[in-house]
Every structure is written in structure tokens, then in C-alpha cells.
């Protein structure tokens, strides 16, 4: 067996190494497989990744190991994803990252397939898996994972930005960094008067915020597009100036209400406080004249 009491990253070594000896006796006899080489997950999602090897009759547990590996583009170490030594599941030297994460689905082990699941994929995740197996013989195959985290939701936010200007503003969250872009109703470019800045999340997300500047008196629509060159995706919004515009005019409305009322008040009172008298007065003359004629 390649592993015995050894430390794990002593197994690793000695495994790679023994490995590279069996392959030129045993390669013709045992063959890892993978039906696909390139998988494509979204950000937040779950993904799946599989190799196969052959069982030749029915599966004994205590022969087989099995060893998930992840290499980062720019890293040098790699990072231990799942292991499984003599049919047992070897968790002690698991990166802490794919914890609760990453695990190996034993009821397909019986199959031929050595099936990883990564539960809530994260942009780290991507990168080279070795798929190692030994099973009476030894052979391994790469598999790449890429992450996908599209900008499909822009928040957009219209305010005043002092005297003279209005700001309209676009936010949106993915990776990776996307170039923004922004158009009027007649799709003229207006990156002249944008302001773009990002910064990058807990998560390894591009938080992106891009803002337009434009006069007052420009009553257009406008759209950002948010353009992300690697995946050759954009998404877009619109922003509405007359939106705004009703919305710096409803800000007024209480205060116009208030000035009209208050004018309709000062110009119907004298002549209700006129109208008032008259019948004070009219009511007095009756009186006297029913009291005269009783006398």
C-alpha cells in the first residue's frame, strides 16, 4: 500500500513517486479516466467533478485510495481537497477552506466513479484538481475548475450632486473585474463624465461602482453596461432622469402645498369674518322688530 503510518505530506511524496514507477508496468492494466477535463461552476453554487477507474468485479473497500488535490494559478503549494486511504476517509490534513465543503460521494465508489462535490463554490475554488487513485494498479488525471460570477444584478441609485449636477449611480458585484461603460438615448459614449472605482470583498468579488455627473438641464435616459471582457458578458440598467425629477419635485410638494393653503386661508377669511357679521347683524334687526310688534 502506499501508505502506511508515514505523515500525510510524506504519503504524498512517496505516493507521487511510486506512482511514476507503476505507471510504465501497471499503465495498461489500470487507467484513471475523466469524462470531462473542463467544468464551469457560478459563484455560489454546487459543483461536481469526476474520474473513473476500473473495479474489474466488485469493489474491495480496503484496497482503494483515492486523493483529491488543488493547485491555484500563482500558488505554488497545492491544497488538500478530500482523501480517502484504504476505503477509510483520511479528513486530518483537509485545507480549512473545504471544510463542510468538499466531499467524496462513497456510494458511487463501488461504480468505478470517484465523484467530488463542492457545496457552495467560491472564487478561490478555482483552479488544477489532481484526481490520484490506486486501486491494484495506480494512475491520476488533472481536471480544471473555473468560476463564474456574473455582474446579473446592478443597483442604481439617482441623487443630486450639488447645485448644478445630478449623479447617477451604478453598483454591482463578480469577477472578474469588469470594465463599465456608460450611453445616453442616442448610445453616445459618456465615459468622459464617469467616475469607476472598486474594491475587492471578503469573498474575492469585485465590488464595482461606477458614477455619471450631468447637468441639470440634460433631461435624457441614461444605461451602464458592465462589461466583463474574460467571459465576454456585459449586463446593463437604465436610469430615468424623469424619475429624478419627480422625485426633487416631490421633496417640494409638501412645501408648495403649504404656501397655497396658506394663501387660500388669508383670502377667504375677511370674507368669511364679513360674511359672519352680516348674519350677526341681520339677526339683531329681527329680533328688535319681533319684540316691537309684541309690544
Not at 39 to 52: D, F, I, K, L, Q
Not at 62 to 80: A, F, I, P, T
Request: aromatic share 10%.
Amino acid at each position: 500500500m502506499l501508505l502506511r503510518d508515514q505523515p500525510e505530506k510524506m504519503f504524498q511524496i512517496v505516493t507521487m513517486l511510486l506512482l511514476e514507477m507503476q505507471l510504465c508496468v501497471v499503465s495498461a492494466l489500470f487507467t484513471v479516466e475523466v469524462p470531462q477535463q473542463l467544468y464551469v461552476a457560478e459563484y455560489g453554487n454546487n459543483v461536481t467533478m469526476e474520474c473513473r477507474f476500473p473495479v474489474n468485479g466488485s469493489l474491495n473497500p480496503g484496497l482503494l485510495s483515492v486523493v483529491w488535490e488543488q493547485k491555484r494559478q500563482g500558488h505554488l503549494e497545492s491544497r488538500d481537497v478530500y482523501a480517502l486511504h484504504n476505503g477509510k476517509a483520511h479528513l486530518s490534513s483537509q485545507h480549512r477552506d473545504y471544510m463542510g465543503r468538499a466531499a467524496l460521494l462513497h456510494s458511487e465508489l463501488k461504480s468505478g466513479r470517484a465523484i467530488l462535490q463542492i457545496t457552495s463554490v467560491k472564487i478561490t475554488d478555482a483552479g488544477s484538481y489532481l484526481c490520484l487513485i490506486e486501486y491494484q494498479g495506480a494512475d491520476y488525471k488533472y481536471i480544471t475548475l473555473e468560476v463564474k460570477a456574473s455582474y446579473k444584478t446592478i443597483n442604481t441609485e439617482k441623487r443630486k450632486w450639488n447645485e448644478d449636477k445630478f449623479a447617477f449611480v451604478c453598483q454591482s458585484e463578480g469577477f472578474p473585474l469588469a470594465e463599465v461603460f456608460w450611453q445616453n438615448e442616442k448610445n453616445l459614449n459618456l465615459s468622459v463624465s464617469v467616475n469607476t472605482t472598486y474594491t475587492l470583498t471578503a469573498d474575492g468579488l469585485y465590488n464595482v461602482s461606477s458614477i455619471l455627473t450631468t447637468n441639470q438641464n440634460m433631461n435624457e435616459n441614461y444605461s451602464c453596461v458592465f462589461w466583463n471582457k474574460e467571459r465576454n458578458e456585459n449586463t446593463s440598467a437604465y436610469i430615468y432622469s424623469l424619475a429624478l425629477m419627480s422625485t426633487q419635485y416631490g421633496r417640494q410638494k409638501p412645501l408648495i402645498l403649504f404656501i397655497v393653503a396658506t394663501c387660500v386661508i388669508v383670502l377667504i377669511l375677511p370674507s368669511a369674518l364679513i360674511i359672519l357679521q352680516k348674519r350677526k347683524s341681520f339677526k339683531n334687526r329681527c329680533a328688535k322688530k319681533e319684540e316691537s310688534y309684541l309690544k
